[in-house]
């Protein structure tokens, strides 16, 4: 699932090529809106809200998006063919003289009123790369349950919007904590909250997550995908589990000298809420 930072880039992306210019193709390939009449119509903006996409369309209504797992936006020239799979697998194309967006394997394509977009983004958290970023009343909902594990406390949406699988493995790994660590008993949590937005920052305008501050492929975390090779602080070979009950678990990697803690005694069956 795509973190924060990638879904940041995607907004910026359509909104480059559909903003401030009228619809000439509009699609939404989806049973409930697929006779939705959009064309003539201008896109206003497109807003990153988490890992949410909010296309804002002349006339007060908004395509609400979410990749999920495999979803993509790929931007087009007018005369460019396209290239991000089969035809049955797109969802909703937005065209306009110059360039054509067109989401594929899109599993949320909603249009609603823009004054409802509470509807689909009012349950999550201070977005970590949005205006209204509040890294205290991020804290106060993390800590609303001490005794939830810190790798599915941070990627829960409903605490703050933004953290995916990368960003919770490696924060944990920063904040010295093991993934089943009660969020209660994480040292510095102000810390771990300030970090996340810092990362998220740093990152929201080039790929790969990076959490080492070395850009190099094979550099770029510290923990992530990384079973079985030697931690690159203290040589101690990374360990890999999941957590969360399925089928909402996650993969997690951890070291087990620098996030001390019989982890694998802590497993919990509560899952995260992802979205």
């Not at 697929?34 to 996409?53: D, F, I, M, S, Y």
């Not at 594990?149 to 790994?173: K, M, S, T, W």
């Not at 931690?231 to 890999?240: K, L, Y």
Request: hydrophobic residues 35%; charged residues 25%; glycine residues 10%.
């Amino acid at each position: 699932m795509p973190e924060g930072d990638s879904v940041f880039r995607t907004a910026r992306m359509l909104h480059s090529a559909l903003a401030g210019r009228e619809l000439t193709t509009a699609e939404l390939r989806v049973p409930a809106h697929a006779t939705a009449e959009l064309t003539g119509r201008q896109v206003l903006e497109v807003l990153p809200r988490g890992k949410h996409l909010l296309t804002r369309i002349e006339g007060g209504l908004t395509l609400h998006t979410h990749l999920r797992m495999d979803g993509r936006w790929q931007t087009y020239g007018s005369s460019e063919r396209w290239g991000g799979g089969p035809a049955w697998q797109i969802r909703a194309v937005l065209g306009n003289a110059q360039h054509t967006a067109v989401g594929y394997r899109l599993p949320v394509v909603e249009l609603l009123r823009t004054g409802e977009e509470q509807r689909a983004v009012g349950h999550l958290g201070p977005d970590l790369l949005g205006p209204d970023w509040d890294a205290d009343r991020a804290l106060q909902r993390l800590s609303a349950d001490p005794g939830r594990p810190l790798a599915l406390a941070l990627l829960d949406q409903r605490n703050l919007a933004g953290i995916g699988n990368v960003y919770a493995n490696e924060l944990c790994f920063l904040a010295g904590a093991g993934p089943w660590t009660p969020f209660g008993e994480v040292a510095r949590p102000d810390r771990v909250v300030a970090l996340a937005h810092r990362l998220l920052g740093l990152n929201r305008l080039r790929s790969g997550h990076i959490t080492t501050g070395d850009a190099r492929a094979d550099r770029r975390h510290w923990v992530y995908r990384r079973a079985g090779q030697p931690c690159r602080r203290c040589g101690t070979r990374i360990a890999r589990s999941t957590i969360g009950a399925p089928p909402q678990d996650r993969i997690v990697f951890w070291c087990p000298r620098c996030q001390p803690g019989d982890a694998l005694s802590r497993r919990t069956e509560h899952s995260p809420e992802t979205v």
